[in-house]
């Protein structure tokens, strides 16, 4: 083993990019709720982009039980440590983070992905401590710098129609364009958000449909929540709209109490 957990943290679990292409059986996609920023955290260390690595709200501690490569988002450059040596990911600034190993966290793979999913239980189980883990083998490319993106305080993202867009009011998506919305709460599931009361046209049940990363669902209270990687595969709520997917990371980055802004995608 290389590696053991001193201290879990927050939401500690081992991620990759998820396993695809099995909603029709019920199976969400997983996966890095920041599949971006993992990349490059991955990069960081030399490993593929899609390597498992530990996802962490935040208070992680690892300690090397034996000379291992690392790097994460809060300590963005590869740097070796030796036997005894401890690793902390503090949480502040955005809402996930990252930490990789160099050769990746070996884990059996679950359909095809090393990911837990907090929602189906499919995967390994959340870190605990006294967890211990071993690294994949040595991988081609060399660890190198790369620049970890900036989360800024301008939090705007891209809005796209969603299939149920005509079961609330007219004008709905300006209405969530010209709203401050604060997040509520966030797990791998959604972030929860409050702003303004979406309005229903059409005050029906609506049988389960399909879900994707990224859509907006209303609940009766009309609270939208925007679905995040360990979505289920159909929901009962209208989705009223459909984060663009080079923004959703946006919405899951920002912290409970921040904000974030809507726009029309053209």
């Not at 690892?62 to 690793?87: C, I, K, Q, Y």
């Not at 702003?195 to 449909?209: F, M, Q």
């Amino acid at each position: 083993m290389s590696i053991e957990v001193v201290d879990a943290g927050v939401l500690a679990t081992v991620q990759d990019r998820g396993r695809p292409g099995w909603a029709a059986i019920g199976v969400p996609h997983s996966g890095a709720v920041d599949a971006g920023l993992a990349a490059v955290v991955n990069r960081l260390v030399g490993n593929p982009d899609g390597a498992a690595l530990i996802e962490t709200v935040g208070g992680l501690t690892v300690r090397a039980l034996e000379p291992v490569t690392v790097a994460s988002d809060v300590e963005p450059v590869a740097r070796s440590v030796h036997v005894g040596d401890v690793v902390r990911v503090l949480g502040g600034g955005r809402q996930w983070h990252y930490l990789a190993v160099r050769g990746g966290i070996a884990v059996d793979p679950v359909l095809g992905s090393c990911s837990t999913d907090t929602l189906s239980g499919l995967g390994p189980a959340p870190l605990r401590a006294g967890d211990r883990f071993a690294v994949g083998p040595e991988p081609e490319s060399p660890p190198h710098g790369e620049t970890v993106p900036v989360r800024t305080a301008d939090r705007r993202v891209r809005l796209l129609p969603g299939p149920r867009l005509d079961w609330f009011a007219p004008g709905t998506l300006d209405v969530m364009g010209a709203a401050e919305w604060r997040v509520m709460s966030s797990s791998r599931v959604g972030v929860r958000l409050a702003g303004r009361t979406l309005a229903r046209a059409v005050p029906d049940e609506l049988p389960s449909e399909g879900l994707v990363r990224g859509a907006i669902q209303v609940p009766h209270d009309g609270d939208p929540i925007m679905m995040l990687a360990d979505h289920p595969t159909t929901g009962g709520y209208p989705v009223v709209a459909v984060v663009h997917p080079d923004d959703v990371a946006v919405v899951a980055q920002a912290p409970a109490g921040t904000t974030v802004r809507f726009t029309a995608s053209p």
